[in-house]
């Protein structure tokens, strides 16, 4: 079963708009983390932001905020204002684990953001 | 504080040869993760080890390929009689002495097969 999903194979937005990159996850793990990370076309894996299952409020890092509802199992990324570099390819990803399994990454498939001048 | 290097940036071989794929953590990192990016595809974890030890190579294809961390030296990601299905680009992630800890992720390495 898919542990990430994220349904949304390319979005486009208009520059200076905000956007909202959709992120569903599937645990039963307590405790685990959600980050997102932006991959451009140089192929880099950046990390963009952070949330722990039992943090309170949800995770911002500047333009970027994780609309974070665990009930619902989802922690879709908002990026507001967007700029013409923010277009590249965006994965949700999951840690679950422990100290003696490690802290290995469940990645989604991506969401190619196009931002249009 | 260099972050996670991983070498040769681009490798290009022929089915059958070999391809070994280094990678060296951040200083201070004892685990290392290897990802797996076929094209148009997320990462999928391949095998993660601490020094000298593979604590879950659970996503590592059972055949030709191996990994290893060794007490001195990079991680070496090896494989063996490479066809063109394993063209993909290979992703390094380190982390601190906490397994938990977050993962730093090198700039990958793009196998061509040709």
């Known amino acids: 079963a898919q542990k990430i999903t994220q349904t949304q194979p390319g979005m486009f937005v208009q520059e200076k708009e905000a956007v909202t990159l959709d992120c569903t996850y599937d645990?039963?793990?307590?405790?685990?983390?959600l980050f997102w990370y932006k991959q451009p076309s140089s192929g880099e894996m950046i990390f963009l932001i952070y949330?722990?299952?039992?943090?309170?409020q949800n995770a911002t890092e500047g333009r970027y905020s994780l609309n974070f509802q665990k009930a619902r199992k989802s922690a879709n990324l908002v990026i507001s204002a967007s700029q013409l570099g923010d277009s590249a390819m965006y994965f949700c990803a999951m840690r679950e684990g422990s100290e003696t399994s490690g802290s290995r990454l469940t990645f989604g498939e991506g969401t190619q953001l196009t931002v249009n001048p | 504080n260099a972050g996670v290097m991983q070498n040769p940036r681009h490798l290009v071989r022929r089915r059958g040869q070999e391809a070994r794929l280094r990678c060296s953590p951040m200083k201070g990192h004892s685990h290392v993760y290897w990802y797996r990016q076929l094209p148009e595809e997320g990462l999928k974890f391949m095998v993660y080890?601490?020094?000298?030890?593979?604590?879950?190579e659970s996503g590592m294809p059972k055949e030709r390929f191996s990994a290893e961390f060794p007490k001195e030296g990079p991680s070496i990601l090896r494989i063996q009689q490479v066809v063109r299905g394993d063209s993909a680009a290979y992703f390094c992630?380190?982390?601190?002495?906490?397994?938990?800890?977050?993962?730093?992720f090198g700039p990958g390495t793009r196998l061509l097969v040709l």
């Open positions: 645990t039963s793990d307590p405790s685990y983390g």
């Open positions: 949330q722990g299952s039992y943090d309170q």
């Open positions: 080890l601490q020094k000298e030890n593979i604590i879950d």
């Open positions: 992630a380190s982390s601190p002495a906490s397994a938990l800890g977050d993962q730093y």
